[in-house]
């Protein structure tokens, strides 16, 4: 009986040492992709491709095969609007920190200019002769868009400010991009005993990229997280090969506008009509309030496993349900009659598209539970 429970208590322990280290591991990659080598993995500095190239090279690691059989790189390319070089801001005499103080609305011109600013309401600030708009926000959120429009929108924090805008003095570069390259990266694990039935885990490795040459948004939360779990996902799967195959796939062009997806729905590197179940994971590195299920109300015999699973081991305190969205990369495969969830963790920081989304405040709370809930699920979908 004395070696039995020292057996169970050692084999506790070492699960418990695996999920740990798969922490670390989540937590390293973190810290990378949020670098500044990779700059926001956007569209200056070169900052998508390097993490392609780095997601490759670890699914290679891993053993993963290419799930085109040939390279793990699906290219496609779409137009981006881009701040590549300088970006000054200074508004009543006052030097404003990009990304702190201010940020340029994406789809704004680069623009050299100063003048008077008109009030036209109390958030709105209006130089009609250089076409440019100042207006106060209560928090900076940073996005993406495909050109640039015939004006510069200015956005600066309310509190960054004493008085009023009256005056302004700017600087700001922008180079519209007809064709900007990206690619999603693909790879399988082949099933041992259903080869053809496919689990597809996905999640989106782009971010916003810089704005101007000294500022970047590094994406920890949204979503570095999401793939770091995927790497864990796809580490653990090809040790431990599944009956059905795995395929993972990391899509870029999310945050304009669910592009690397859209091309893979219509380009498909695998048979859709064999997808048994496909996991979209996004804003995977909070969880202390729980998590949401876009899909839920739509695959309801998926989500009663879901949450069967999570009460029976109480991984969460709650799994919220939720209908059909167009909020990420789940949506184009839904659209084409895939079962799908997109799962994303609820609590903890609240930083969200602007430049305080950083691994070091990332706290990463619930990320052995939810590797365990989606093991847990996929093991459930892939039963007789």
Request: proline content about 4%; overall charge neutral; charged content about 20%.
């Amino acid at each position: 009986m004395l070696t039995r429970t020292l057996t169970f208590l050692l084999i506790c322990s070492y699960a418990t040492l695996s999920f740990a280290q798969d922490v670390a591991s989540a937590r390293k990659t973190i810290d990378t992709l949020t670098s500044e080598y990779f700059w926001g993995r956007g569209y200056t500095n070169n900052g998508l491709k390097k993490a392609s190239e780095y997601l490759a090279t670890e699914f290679k690691h891993y053993g993963l095969k290419p799930l085109s059989g040939k390279s793990y790189s699906q290219e496609f390319s779409y137009p981006v609007n881009t701040f590549p070089g300088k970006m000054t801001v200074s508004i009543n005499g006052m030097e404003l920190i990009p990304g702190q103080d201010f940020i340029v609305s994406a789809d704004s011109r680069g623009i050299k200019a100063k003048g008077k600013l008109v009030e036209q309401d109390s958030a709105h600030f209006i130089n009609t002769e250089q076409k440019v708009v100042v207006s106060l926000e209560n928090k900076l959120t940073w996005s993406v868009a495909p050109k640039a429009e015939g004006y510069t929108i200015i956005q600066v924090l309310r509190s960054s400010l004493k008085g009023k805008p009256a005056s302004f003095k700017v600087n700001i570069e922008n180079k519209a991009l007809d064709l900007f390259t990206a690619s999603n990266i693909c790879g399988l694990i082949p099933g041992t005993r259903m080869p053809d039935s496919l689990l597809v885990i996905t999640a989106h490795y782009d971010h916003l990229g810089g704005m101007g040459n000294e500022t970047f948004f590094p994406g920890a939360n949204d979503n570095a997280s999401g793939i770091a779990l995927l790497l864990n996902l796809a580490k653990y799967y090809a040790a431990n090969p599944q009956p059905y195959s795995i395929a993972l796939i990391c899509f870029s062009g999310e945050e304009a506008g669910l592009i690397g997806s859209k091309y893979f729905s219509e380009h498909p590197l695998i048979n859709l009509t064999n997808v048994r179940f496909l996991l979209n994971l996004d804003l995977a590195g909070t969880g202390d309030e729980g998590i949401t299920v876009v899909n839920a109300s739509v695959f309801t015999k998926e989500f009663s496993i879901l949450k069967e699973i999570n009460t029976a081991n109480n991984y969460f305190v709650q799994v919220k349900s939720r209908g059909k969205a167009a909020n990420s990369d789940h949506y184009w495969f839904t659209e084409k009659g895939i079962p799908s969830f997109f799962i994303y963790t609820l609590g903890g920081i609240k930083a969200y598209h602007d430049v305080y989304d950083i691994s070091e405040t990332l706290p990463l709370t619930e990320y052995n539970d939810l590797f365990r809930l989606i093991t847990d699920f996929n093991s459930r979908l892939m039963k007789p």
